[in-house]
């Protein structure tokens, strides 16, 4: 299995700009995640999913969409990229949501965004 | 307010030596608590998780205990190796959803 992959690894942008960061996983996980980490701070969840056709906002969601038609897939989209959107995005992906022993969380490589 | 807090926020430890990292958090109710490791330009891979419990639980040379009635974790590192570098995330799972609270990490280098 190759678990969660993420592309673009990097990205720069123009201010304005949008683009699509892709996550895939094999791992037939319902539950998907995004996240941006920030330097010196915690990472911090945009979005997720419970399922294919379900999404939900997470902490941050402010700028970004997502769609996930898909089990596999759950793309973000930046449709007005911004400074203040430079950071690391992580996805991750789990098979439960009860918060209990089974559903850790796995973790994609990264994508590196920079916004100018 | 941040709902875990690490410390310290960045060490050094020669190789070979022992380290002990900290974490204090209020989420409450809390299902699970987990160390991960996050190598530098990686995501992080679960290190350790413990239930509420639980006051210990061991990785090879990683040890993570809890008090859950001070509400704090701390994770040891034993015979530190180069490998060892990376960031060490606190993680405390919410009883009855998945919205994980993160803490900042604490930086460790291991140095030769």
């Known amino acids: 299995n190759a678990g969660v992959t993420q592309t673009p690894k990097f990205r720069i942008l123009k201010i304005g700009q949008s683009m699509t960061l892709q996550c895939t996983q094999d791992?037939?996980?319902?539950?998907m995640y995004w996240y941006r980490q920030d330097p010196g701070m915690g990472l911090k969840l945009i979005y997720y999913?419970?399922?294919?056709?379900?999404?939900d906002k997470g902490e941050v969601p402010n700028g970004y969409n997502v769609s996930r038609s898909t089990t596999e897939d759950f793309p973000l989209r930046l449709e007005l990229a911004a400074p203040s959107q430079t950071s690391v995005y992580f996805c991750?992906?789990?098979?439960?949501?009860?918060?209990?022993?089974?559903?850790?969380?796995?973790f994609g490589p990264g994508t590196r965004l920079t916004v100018l | 307010k941040n709902q875990v807090e690490q410390s310290p926020q960045s060490l050094i430890i020669l190789e070979g030596k022992n380290c002990t990292l900290q974490?204090?958090?209020?989420?409450?109710?809390?299902?699970?608590l987990r160390w991960y490791k996050q190598d530098t330009g990686r995501g992080p891979v679960s290190l350790t998780i413990?239930?509420?419990?639980?006051n210990t639980k061991s990785n090879g040379r990683y040890t993570a205990t809890l008090d859950a009635d001070t509400k704090q974790s701390s994770l040891h590192i034993t015979a530190s190796q180069l490998s060892d570098s990376a960031s060490y995330i606190c993680?405390?799972?919410?009883?009855?959803?998945?919205?994980?609270?993160f803490g900042k990490g604490n930086q460790v280098v291991v140095i030769p």
């Open positions: 991750a992906s789990s098979s439960r949501v009860s918060g209990g022993l089974e559903d850790t969380q796995y």
């Open positions: 791992m037939n996980h319902n539950y």
């Open positions: 999913s419970v399922g294919a056709g379900i999404t």
């Open positions: 974490c204090n958090y209020t989420v409450s109710p809390f299902s699970n």
């Open positions: 413990m239930t509420f419990s639980e």
């Open positions: 993680v405390v799972i919410p009883y009855g959803n998945n919205r994980l609270a």
